[in-house]
C-alpha cells in the first residue's frame, strides 16, 4: 500500500548485497529481517513483529542489536531522521458495537437510538485527551468508521465504530483501555444501550535507545555528511517493531522521501503519495555504513552502553 514497503524492500536487499560484497571485511554477522504487518496485523489474525518473536526470527544467533527504519516525506530524499527516547506512538485499535432498540422514524420514544448514541460516545471520547490527561502527555482518540442503519426513515438498533488510540506516553497507555470502557459503558447506559468493545492492543512506543540512536547519527554523518542527518520530532504514527526494542536494545530511524521542487510531499498512506526513488541510494549507504560500522564495534564513535536484554 502507499507507504513506501517497496522502497523498505528495496534498501533492504541493496543492503544485503552491499554486505555480502564486504563480508570478508566485516567484525561480525548481520541479520535481515524483512518486516510484514508492522502497523498490526488483519483484526482477528497474528502477524507483525510479535509472531515474528514467537516464531524465532530473533534466535540463532541472537543480535546484539537491532535498527529499521522507514520511508518518511516529511524529510527530503537523500536525508535521514533519528532520536534517542520516544519516537512512534504506542496504538490501539477498537470495535466498539452499540445495541440500542429499532423503531420507526416517527416514533423515537419507543426505541433506543444507537446512531444517537454512537454519536455522544464519539464526542464523550475526546473528553479522556482534553480533560483527563495531563496536557503535557500526548493522547489522540480518533473514531475512523462509523456504520449503522439500514433505511432513513428507521431507527437503527446498532451502530457498529472502529478506529484507534495513540500515545506517547507508557503510563497513559497503560491506563487509557479502563478509561476507554468507562466512558462507553456510562454514555450507554445512560441511554438504555447495551455494548460490546474489542480493544486490541498493536503497538508500544517505539523507544530508541540512547547510545544506539548516537551511534547511528554519527555513523550517518560519516557516510551521509551532517547536513543530512537531522533529528526527529516524536510522530504518533505507531509501528510494531516496539516488539523488537522489548527484546534487545534498537534504534529506529526515518528515511526521507520527500523531493519538494517536484511537490512531491504528501504523506504516506494518502492517494497521492509519492516518494523519491533517489532515496534508495540514501537509504543503502546509511544502512550497509551503519551495520558494518556497528560490527566493527567502533567506540571511539560514540559510546555505547552494555546492551541489556529483558527477561523472555
Same mark, same amino acid.
Request: hydrophobic share 40%; with cysteine.
Given at each position: 500500500h502507499a507507504c513506501g514497503h517497496d522502497i523498505h524492500t528495496t534498501v533492504g536487499l541493496g543492503t544485503a548485497e552491499v554486505l555480502m560484497k564486504l563480508k570478508d571485511q566485516l567484525h561480525g554477522t548481520v541479520k535481515f529481517i524483512f518486516h510484514p504487518a508492522e502497523e498490526g496485523p488483519p483484526v482477528g489474525e497474528d502477524g507483525g513483529a510479535k509472531m515474528m518473536i514467537d516464531e524465532g526470527v530473533l534466535e540463532n544467533p541472537m543480535p546484539e542489536a537491532i535498527f529499521g527504519l522507514h520511508v518518511m516525506p516529511t524529510f527530503e530524499a537523500g536525508d535521514v531522521s533519528v532520536r534517542p527516547g520516544g519516537l512512534m506512538a504506542a496504538g490501539d485499535r477498537?470495535?466498539?458495537?452499540?445495541?440500542?432498540?429499532?423503531?420507526?422514524?416517527? $416514533? @423515537?420514544?419507543?426505541?433506543? !437510538?444507537?446512531v444517537?448514541? &454512537?454519536?455522544?460516545?464519539?464526542?464523550?471520547? #475526546? =473528553? %479522556?485527551? +482534553?480533560?483527563?490527561?495531563?496536557?503535557?502527555?500526548?493522547?489522540?482518540?480518533?473514531?475512523?468508521?462509523?456504520?449503522?442503519?439500514?433505511?432513513?426513515?428507521?431507527?437503527?438498533?446498532?451502530?457498529?465504530?472502529?478506529?484507534?488510540?495513540?500515545?506517547?506516553?507508557?503510563?497513559?497507555?497503560?491506563?487509557?483501555?479502563?478509561?476507554?470502557?468507562?466512558?462507553?459503558?456510562?454514555?450507554?447506559?445512560?441511554?438504555?444501550?447495551?455494548?460490546?468493545?474489542?480493544?486490541?492492543?498493536? $503497538? @508500544?512506543?517505539?523507544?530508541? !535507545?540512547?547510545?544506539?540512536? &548516537?551511534?547511528?547519527?554519527?555513523?550517518?554523518? #560519516? =557516510? %551521509?555528511? +551532517?547536513?543530512?542527518?537531522?533529528?526527529?520530532?516524536?510522530?504518533?504514527?505507531?509501528?510494531?517493531?516496539?516488539?523488537?526494542?522489548?527484546?534487545?536494545?534498537?534504534?529506529y530511524f526515518f528515511l526521507g522521501v520527500a523531493n519538494t521542487a517536484e511537490g512531491w510531499t504528501d504523506y504516506v498512506h494518502t492517494p497521492t503519495f509519492r516518494p523519491d526513488e533517489s532515496a534508495i541510494v540514501t537509504g543503502v549507504t546509511a544502512a550497509a555504513s551503519l551495520l558494518a560500522d556497528f560490527t566493527a564495534k567502533d567506540l571511539s564513535l560514540i559510546h555505547i552502553s552494555e546492551p541489556t536484554r529483558p527477561k523472555r
Open positions: 477498537f470495535t466498539l458495537t452499540i445495541y440500542g432498540r429499532m423503531t420507526h422514524g416517527s $416514533a @423515537p420514544q419507543d426505541g433506543i !437510538d444507537a444517537y448514541v &454512537a454519536s455522544q460516545v464519539v464526542t464523550a471520547l #475526546q =473528553s %479522556l485527551a +482534553s480533560r483527563e490527561v495531563d496536557a503535557r502527555k500526548s493522547l489522540v482518540v480518533s473514531v475512523g468508521t462509523i456504520n449503522a442503519g439500514s433505511r432513513w426513515n428507521i431507527i437503527a438498533d446498532t451502530a457498529v465504530l472502529t478506529g484507534t488510540v495513540r500515545t506517547l506516553d507508557a503510563e497513559t497507555w497503560t491506563e487509557i483501555p479502563e478509561r476507554f470502557e468507562r466512558v462507553v459503558a456510562g454514555i450507554c447506559k445512560a441511554h438504555g444501550a447495551t455494548y460490546e468493545l474489542d480493544y486490541e492492543r498493536i $503497538a @508500544p512506543v517505539v523507544d530508541n !535507545d540512547e547510545g544506539l540512536s &548516537a551511534f547511528a547519527e554519527a555513523s550517518f554523518s #560519516q =557516510s %551521509l555528511g +551532517s547536513r543530512h542527518v537531522l533529528r526527529a520530532d516524536p510522530i504518533m504514527a505507531a509501528e510494531d517493531f516496539a516488539y523488537f526494542q522489548q527484546q534487545l536494545p534498537g534504534a
